[in-house]
């Protein structure tokens, strides 16, 4: 994956981001911003607050439309304005707590978005490559010790995920029916577990964390042992620009991509948060910043719905087409995390912020 032809394809090119309020969406428009790209942004408005868009004042540098991903009309509207040339698709409910609380919108933000969005680019004819983002729990869980490979069978267990794997099945329908004779290359791309700085979104285990740091609070683990395919932010985003580019100008690269970690990175939550607690309490020794309180650990379930125990990806398709392999371990990706948050944290500039951002992605990029 040669990072500096990434930032030479992007210059100038106009890239419709669905989701670009969001945590990952943030980061995304950031990195493309840094490369001269025109982003066009459509999403609700962000889904936390304090939400990283607001935080780095992401907006001041894309143009941005506020919209439902379910209103096709509007969605529509704004695509055939803006008349972009890659599309990249990532509005969604992502929260698999969530999804059990609220099915129906999971389903039809999930399922309905998806369908609004391939079929705009179907009406267009100005597309030149598309990239549907999912998720690494499409697959039907075997709590298998080995790692899920893309023709494994889809089937996800919970709303979220099972929304999920119909999006996947969703753009193959749209891929055999319209796009190959309209010779538009689609790839879908199932990630792993998402972690980075700016995150604050409800039952996800780093935001947690650092809400418990903040209360002085102990950090409560609900499923220690469950082992997940964590990374930093800055890795599948990378990815997903990666095929963008590379499928647009040879077709036949795209397919279903998994973007995980390598094995050795694929830890339980239990040793993700001690690594968090060892950096973050050296961290804030060392800085000597008052008012934050040391991390601590204590497992506690709280009988909450099914969650999968083992989920490990097999990213061997992924490497070998595209030369791509994980940057940043589990270690430096938490100290990534706990020097951006003890940034944002005494921040009182969103160019600090905003700073911080690019400063960790020429760090990625080098």
Avoid at 216 to 230: D, Q
Wanted: charged fraction near 25%.
């Amino acid at each position: 994956m040669n990072l500096e032809n990434i930032t030479k394809f992007y210059k100038e090119k106009k890239v419709f981001i669905t989701g670009h309020t969001g945590f990952k969406g943030s980061w995304l428009c950031r990195i493309l911003i840094n490369c001269g790209a025109k982003v066009i942004g459509y999403a609700l408005n962000p889904p936390t607050d304090p939400s990283l868009f607001e935080c780095a004042a992401i907006e001041e540098g894309i143009t941005s439309y506020i919209g439902d991903i379910r209103d096709f009309d509007k969605l529509w509207s704004v695509f055939d304005k803006e008349k972009p040339q890659i599309v990249i698709h990532m509005a969604a409910q992502p929260i698999v707590r969530e999804s059990y609380k609220d099915p129906m919108t999971t389903y039809e933000t999930n399922v309905m978005g998806t369908v609004n969005i391939m079929e705009c680019v179907r009406r267009s004819d100005y597309v030149e490559s598309v990239v549907n983002v999912t998720t690494d729990k499409v697959y039907r869980n075997n709590e298998w010790d080995k790692g899920y490979i893309e023709t494994d069978v889809l089937d996800g267990y919970d709303p979220y995920s099972n929304s999920k794997s119909c999006s996947e099945l969703v753009t193959h329908s749209y891929i055999q029916s319209f796009f190959n004779e309209q010779n538009i290359p689609v790839s879908t791309c199932r990630a792993g577990n998402v972690i980075g700085g700016g995150d604050f979104a409800k039952d996800r285990i780093i935001p947690d964390c650092l809400r418990a740091c903040l209360s002085n609070n102990p950090i409560i683990v609900r499923n220690p042992n469950s082992i997940r395919p964590y990374q930093h932010v800055l890795e599948p985003l990378f990815a997903y620009l990666t095929v963008a580019m590379q499928q647009s100008a040879d077709h036949a690269l795209a397919g279903a991509y998994n973007i995980g970690p390598n094995d050795d990175n694929c830890v339980t939550t239990g040793e993700l948060v001690d690594t968090f607690t060892e950096v973050w309490n050296e961290a804030i020794s060392e800085k000597r910043i008052t008012g934050l309180n040391s991390a601590e650990r204590k497992d506690l379930s709280d009988g909450g719905p099914h969650e999968a125990n083992f989920l490990k990806l097999d990213c061997s398709k992924l490497k070998a087409t595209f030369k791509w392999d994980p940057k940043w371990d589990i270690k430096t990706t938490i100290e990534k995390i706990v020097e951006f948050e003890l940034i944002r944290y005494s921040a009182t500039d969103k160019a600090v912020i905003a700073q911080c951002m690019d400063k960790q992605i020429s760090e990625y990029i080098s």
